[in-house]
């Protein structure tokens, strides 16, 4: 038997027979069977809904994990209420499930940031535009499987602020003087220390900076750009997510 505690970032149904979880645990994500959870009188049903943060009991069987019991442990109930927040929730999991979870010493910190982006889209007080917890999910999550930014200033001469553009492919700042072609994304002060706060910064204050609506907009092109170029991938639920707005 094995104990976890994680994330259910999947439910694939299969008619009366049960359903298969995927869940984000602090070390890799798991595949787990759950026998007739469709039926109402299942003592397993509550902790197995998308989303739900739970302790999960499964033993192993001959194709894989079998649930025994859950418990659930929260629950972001706000998110399936609201479509955009729920898209976006789904764009996130599909990020996961695509890419795995972080690497070396910062494997937990995959769950970790999905469960802290939850916590954000389940608010109901709006200081956290989606855009910007959005971004803060690509950028960061980019840095935890390994594409991390080249942030400290001009690659070439380390120019720190100012004059500044960030380019996706390479991931490096450069100065108008070493960028005579200008290749990349002019980023104002306020731009890039958005950028390098999602990055640089505790995990759990990667929300915490001030931006307004104009870069908030260029953030957003940034972060989904430099996300998608490096992972080598487009995402159905961003395309989703992306027409309801
Ligand atoms: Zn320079």
Do not use: W
């Amino acid at each position: 038997m094995i104990t976890r505690t994680g994330l259910i970032i999947g439910v694939t149904e299969l008619e009366e027979k049960g359903r298969f979880l995927r869940v984000l645990c602090e070390d890799g994500i798991f595949e787990i069977y759950v026998r007739g959870a469709k039926k109402a009188t299942s003592k397993n049903n509550p902790g197995t809904e998308i989303f739900c943060y739970s302790k999960i009991c499964a033993t192993q069987g001959k194709n894989g994990y079998v649930l025994d019991s859950t418990e659930v442990l929260r629950q972001f109930y706000n998110i399936r209420l609201d479509l955009k927040k729920l898209a976006l929730a789904n764009f996130f999991a599909e990020v996961i499930t695509s890419n795995g979870i972080g690497i070396g010493d910062e494997r937990d910190e995959t769950l970790k940031l999905f469960l802290l982006c939850l916590h954000y889209l389940n608010k109901d007080d709006n200081e956290r535009s989606l855009s910007v917890i959005k971004s803060a999910f690509e950028l960061r999550y980019s840095c935890e499987i390994g594409f991390i930014p080249k942030l400290l200033g001009c690659d070439e001469c380390h120019k720190y602020d100012g004059d500044l553009s960030f380019v996706i492919e390479s991931g490096k700042l450069l100065c108008g003087v070493h960028n005579p072609h200008g290749m990349g994304t002019p980023v104002d002060n306020t731009l890039l220390h958005a950028i390098r706060f999602i990055c640089l910064s505790d995990l759990k204050k990667i929300c915490d900076f001030k931006i307004n609506k104009n870069d908030e907009k260029k953030l957003s092109d940034i972060s989904q750009s430099y996300l998608t170029y490096h992972t080598e991938r487009h995402y159905k639920a961003v395309e989703y997510y992306n027409r309801l707005n």
